[in-house]
């Protein structure tokens, strides 16, 4: 048997290893590329791109607790802690405690985090420029992938 055969049937046996067929790769460098995009854009802001999460959730609905934004962002509120914290310094939100319950942090808006979210207006716009996909494009990868991570919360 030449030495070929023998490559070829051994790549054969393990294509299903390689770097290019993984899909957690693909998602993973796609969301490297995603943050890099971004990352221009947040800087202007004064944001990372947790941050950024962060602050869509408290403009979505303010009066959140740490908790609230921690589940909607699918992470760990200890994680959140550092990041929230640092929102504060920079004047974009107030953390204060519950008055029923000590344990509960409840995060508002300032004024000036509420005028960040007109100037983040642009943001989506130049991402969709960027990705090179139309709107009902993505809205389709959209909604697969969250089918997926679905699916994926499941198997856990």
Not at 50 to 77: F, K, N
Not at 91 to 108: A, C, I, N, P, Q
Not at 117 to 146: F, H, N, W, Y
Request: glycine share 6%; with cysteine.
């Amino acid at each position: 048997m030449s030495t070929d055969h023998n490559a070829s049937k051994k790549a054969g046996t393990y294509d299903h290893l390689l770097l290019d067929s993984q899909l957690c790769f693909a998602l993973y460098s796609t969301s490297l590329m995603m943050t890099k995009v971004y990352k221009p854009m947040l800087q202007a802001l004064g944001l990372t791109y947790p941050q950024y999460l962060a602050m869509m959730v408290l403009w979505e609905q303010d009066g959140l607790t740490v908790g609230d934004v921690s589940t909607r962002l699918l992470t760990d509120p200890g994680s959140l802690t550092p990041l929230l914290k640092r929102l504060e310094v920079e004047g974009l939100l107030s953390r204060t405690r519950s008055k029923e319950d000590e344990r509960v942090v409840l995060l508002h808006l300032t004024e000036q985090g509420r005028e960040l979210r007109e100037k983040a207006k642009t943001i989506p716009s130049c991402i969709l420029g960027a990705s090179g996909k139309t709107v009902a494009e993505l809205k389709l990868m959209q909604t697969d992938l969250i089918a997926l991570r679905g699916n994926l919360h499941q198997s856990l």
